[in-house]
């Protein structure tokens, strides 16, 4: 059984899938030369700590999408031709391998959109405003991005629908203790967690939150943007019923994401977007709903996106998805001892070894701008602000932090020029 | 990005930065606004006081990094005396050549937080014309 990031224990079943292929030790420094933004020294070296933000794309994406681009374009579900048929194959294909990516049961439980924050504003409108009423509540959490709170305040401001706060501790993790008495009126019809913490890096227990939201008869969903780009995911470890992720933190390129959902709630709800596609017939007054996945695919999507998101799952699933979170995590470690030497800096968040490839901080009261300007300066590129998650900065009391976040083509060299950096900055504004 | 930190932060900016002038608030203003800087979470408050048609006194107070608290800084030198009609004309170059930096767009709002919000508070509105240029 392939192991599972916040997802059940392990019940030492035999497992389901062929023993994979033996693939070559994880090399993050061959890695990184598959990425031409990191081969150019021109006008100096990129050293890339914002990968939480977005990934870099390696040459077997960008060649895709250019390939596609150059030899096929074409839409898709229309033409009878042969590069239509194939631009069609090509797309289908991508929805194919992300589906047995994230552990889904079939291809048609994964609708592509534009980003996870489409993925999860589709739920928002779409189940949302079929399903909840006054009365009804929502729980979130204090960690969540922007993506994860914005969709459910404007439903719940619209529908008389209250919003409840699953609470973040001083140390950045979630406080469960709480969770039973958010759940116990019975008011909760869904919950929306993130899987990993944009910010802190926390990787929250996803499983063990599905089992006391499923049990007061509510619905889970998990932001998966900041876990599916760098852990072993399953929608099935995970017993969560949607799940939202995007491309281009993946090392995918911008533009596409997609929302898995159980086969029988993506059943029932209505579209979120009118148009093409979506539709089985048209009048001139009324239509009928195409099936699954494509009832929630209106006009041309992405599809040299698509193409592009492929070749990268492709490219982690040859990686091993095991590797890449070791590898960041193994980071996160050193970047925390590395940075524990510099005076006056504060680490944010869970300790080692409790996060992934994510590392917040603050150093003295020099505001986070000043530290990446300066960091900028040695071709060193952080996050400074509140990375939109200004309710989990309000309620650590921070007006901004810088955060460093490593993917696989991260190197422990990219965390000492950070220190030496920060030592800089120190300089600078003594 | 421009040039390297020691472009962007001259000596004069980070003396102003590490010795505001003109920070704190002032008791009883007769202009007071508050804006902030979305993006990065800077805050800023202004305060006046009026005589003649002219800044009295002026105060700035919040948070934010070096470079919008030394905009703030000069901007208060700069302003301090000069008649209300003056300033509702200052402009988004009166800035830059005060700071005598080139700023990416990121760093250009920081710069301009100050100014947003003498402005708003001057014209007694939120918008005012040409802050489409400005901001």
Redesign the interface.
């Known amino acids: 059984m392939p192991r599972v990031i916040g997802g059940a224990p392990e019940t030492g079943q035999a497992p389901a899938r062929p023993a994979p292929a033996p693939r070559p030790a994880f090399d993050p420094a061959r890695v990184r030369a598959d990425f031409p933004i990191l081969r150019a020294t021109n006008p100096k070296p990129l050293i890339y700590l914002d990968s939480a933000a977005t990934s870099q794309k390696p040459d077997a994406v960008i060649e895709a999408m250019r390939d596609y681009y150059a030899s096929y374009n074409a839409n898709i579900h229309r033409g009878i031709y042969r590069i239509a048929e194939q631009a069609t194959a090509a797309y289908e294909d991508a929805r194919l391998r992300l589906s047995r990516f994230i552990g889904a049961g079939s291809p048609r439980e994964v609708v592509f959109t534009r980003n996870s924050t489409e993925a999860l504003n589709l739920i928002a409108y779409s189940w949302g405003r079929s399903n909840l009423k006054s009365g009804d509540a929502l729980l979130l959490t204090e960690m969540e991005h922007h993506s994860n709170l914005v969709p459910w305040q404007i439903l719940a401001a619209e529908r008389g629908i209250e919003l409840r706060f699953i609470p973040m501790t001083a140390g950045g993790e979630l406080d469960l203790e709480a969770l039973p008495g958010l759940l116990r009126d019975g008011k909760v019809r869904l919950a929306s967690v993130v899987h990993i913490s944009n910010v802190l890096g926390t990787v929250n227990p996803i499983a063990a939150i599905a089992a006391q939201v499923h049990a007061a008869g509510a619905l889970l969903v998990v932001d998966a943007s900041q876990s599916v780009p760098h852990c072993p995911v399953d929608v099935r470890a995970l017993q969560c019923d949607f799940l939202a992720c995007t491309s281009h933190k993946m090392l995918g390129p911008t533009g596409i994401g997609a929302l898995w959902g159980r086969g029988v709630l993506l059943e029932a709800m209505p579209p979120f977007l009118g148009g093409g596609e979506m539709i089985r017939e048209v009048h001139l007054t009324h239509s009928e709903w195409n099936e699954l996945p494509w009832k929630f695919e209106a006009g041309t999507m992405p599809i040299a996106e698509a193409v592009g998101l492929r070749a990268a799952v492709a490219y982690l699933e040859a990686l091993g998805m095991d590797a890449v979170f070791d590898h960041d995590r193994a980071l996160a470690t050193y970047a925390m001892e590395r940075l524990a030497e510099v005076p006056d800096l504060r680490l944010i968040g869970p300790p080692a070894g409790r996060r992934g490839g994510v590392v917040a901080f603050t150093l003295g009261t020099i505001h986070a701008h000043d530290v990446a300007t300066v960091l900028d300066s040695d071709g060193i590129a952080v996050r400074a602000g509140h990375h939109c998650a200004m309710p989990l900065h309000q309620k650590l009391g921070i007006h901004a932090t810088v955060r460093a976040s490593f993917h696989a083509y991260s190197l422990p060299s990219d965390v000492d020029a950070l220190v030496a950096g920060l030592h800089k900055a120190r300089k600078v504004f003594a | 990005?421009t040039?390297?930190?020691?472009e962007?932060?001259r000596e004069n900016i980070?003396d102003h930065?590490?010795h505001p002038r003109h920070h704190g608030t002032l008791a009883n203003p007769d202009i007071t606004y508050e804006d902030a800087n979305p993006?990065?979470?800077?805050?800023l408050r202004m305060d006046l006081k009026v005589k003649d048609g002219k800044v009295d006194q002026v105060a700035f107070s919040g948070?934010?990094?070096?470079?919008s608290q030394a905009s703030a800084s000069m901007l208060c030198e700069r302003i301090e005396g000069q008649p209300i009609e003056a300033i509702k004309q200052l402009s988004r170059d009166d800035v830059l050549e005060m700071l005598g930096i080139e700023l990416g767009p990121v760093?250009l709002k920081?710069a301009l937080l100050a100014l947003k919000t003498l402005k708003a508070g001057v014209w007694g509105i939120t918008q005012w014309p040409g802050e489409d240029e400005s901001a």
């Open positions: 990005m040039g390297g930190w020691d962007i932060y980070l930065y590490k993006l990065c979470g800077d805050h948070h934010g990094c070096s470079i760093r920081c």
